[in-house]
């Protein structure tokens, strides 16, 4: 066999950990990931407030656990409803049985479980984009990654009313959060047990705007600081902004704008509407890219979370499109990880819902779209333009199909907020 030869994939017995497993996998994650400590891994797998060990998959080689990875029970919200999506993380494989396709193995086994047992979408953080897109998944959240001085934001009356967030206060932000993500687009649902457990012990500040009304809190920030460089040379995280009302949205900024005299810069990673960058004074970024002709540097692009559809025809069934949608076109998704979803689906669009059915044989042919498996999630999410699509040649389009799906996704971009990582 040649060097170039794709070795052949190993036999790997794949299965769900039992509670004997526990040691075990605590030294697998220890290390893979070279975390502080076995105990720290093993609390992982026994006390994590998003997923039991009934949600961990193993792979053994010859008796041997050598990749495990979890497959977290999430919910979404997308256009005001909730979907469920399994989120795979925490893949892991033995440094001695790496680039032996067993990684690869391991996902694939986990994707076919996924589809047998009808769970239509999957999301997850990738190591690097490329693997995972091998394997069917697309990025659907793109954020805008700011390094801006508080300085070069806008003043606030409003931040008068901003103050530190108090152990009362706790329920009112839990509930903001609930209120602000069900209206946003593929924001995560949060289990009390995820604020309990992990961010109300996490170290940064919390800081809330409460409205005219006592109690009434209508937005909140969380920071953490970096006094490296001293006292008035600080920098600052900014790991989650939430405002309920343009009011809350002033407030909060401008409240970050009186940290100026103190703070020399803000970090942030925000949704790519472009509303940040327009309440810039001036183009800024810290750390600047390479100039590119007369462009002004505002900050760059990330990559976040990858989407994947498992089960084609129950995913477009149970997805939200736009009250307005309307046409008819043919699907056909070219999946080779999962050939089930590789036949061709008649779409009709009506009622913020899609009625997916048969191609229909012996009739004049209707617009036909055809997508490759790593595209469709891009293009379900909104991330992705059919017709932008279609015009560079990622997607084949015959008679307009394009053209009508365009508006049946559209929506405000896909953003999961930073503290909801797995």
């Known amino acids: 066999m040649t060097p170039s030869r794709i070795a052949r994939a190993p036999a790997l017995r794949y299965r769900t950990a039992r509670r004997t497993d526990v040691e075990t996998l605590a030294v697998l994650g220890f290390r893979a990931y070279r975390v502080r400590s076995i105990e720290q891994r093993r609390e992982f797998y026994t006390d994590h407030p998003r997923f039991g060990l009934k949600d961990v998959r193993v792979g053994e080689l010859d008796g041997q656990i050598v990749a495990s990875l979890v497959l977290y029970p999430l919910t979404v919200c997308v256009r005001g409803q ?14 001695e049985h790496r680039r032996r396709g ?37 990025v659907i959240e793109r954020v805008h990654t700011l390094a801006i001085t508080p300085g070069n934001l806008p003043p606030s009356d409003e931040a008068r009313q901003v103050r530190r967030l108090m152990l009362p206060d706790r329920p009112a932000v839990e509930a903001l959060y609930d209120r602000v993500a069900s209206q946003g687009h593929f924001a995560l649902a949060r289990s009390p047990e995820w604020w309990e457990k992990r961010l109300w012990t996490y170290p940064g500040d919390w800081v809330v705007y409460e409205g005219k009304r006592r109690g009434q809190i209508e937005g909140y920030l969380y ?14 995280t900014l790991s989650e902004f939430v405002a309920a009302t343009p009011v809350a949205h002033r407030a909060l900024v401008g ?6 005299d103190q703070v020399q810069e803000i970090q942030f990673a925000s949704p790519a509407d472009g509303a940040w960058l327009e309440q810039l004074r001036t183009a800024e970024n810290l750390h600047p890219a390479a100039e590119i002709s007369l462009f002004a540097d505002t900050g760059g692009v990330a990559n976040g979370l990858m989407l994947r559809v498992t089960d084609v025809k129950l995913a477009l069934e149970t997805f939200p499109v736009s009250a307005a949608a309307r046409g008819e076109v043919v699907l056909d998704v070219d999946d080779a990880v999962l050939p089930a979803n ?23 042919r209707l617009p036909r779209l055809s997508v490759p498996a790593h595209l469709l999630g891009p293009l379900l999410a909104g991330t992705l333009s059919p017709v932008a699509a279609a015009g560079h040649g990622l997607i084949e389009s015959g008679s ?3 053209e009508i799906v365009e508006p049946w996704f559209r929506t405000s971009p896909a953003f999961l907020h930073s503290l909801n990582v797995f």
């Open 82 to 95: 909730r979907l469920h999506v399994v989120g795979v993380g925490s893949v892991a494989v033995s440094p």
């Open 102 to 138: 067993v990684g690869e193995s391991l996902m694939r086994s986990a994707l076919r479980e996924l589809r047998h047992s009808g769970r239509a979408l999957s999301a997850l953080y990738a190591f690097r984009g490329s693997y995972y897109r091998k394997l069917g998944y697309g």
């Open 223 to 236: 920071y953490e600081v970096d006094t490296t460089h001293g006292p008035f040379k600080l920098g600052l």
């Open 255 to 260: 409240h970050l704008a009186t940290l100026a």
């Open 342 to 364: 590789a036949r061709p689906l008649k779409l009709s669009a009506r009622d913020g819902r899609l009625k997916v059915g048969v191609e229909p044989k012996g009739r004049p």
């Open 400 to 402: 307009g199909a394009a």
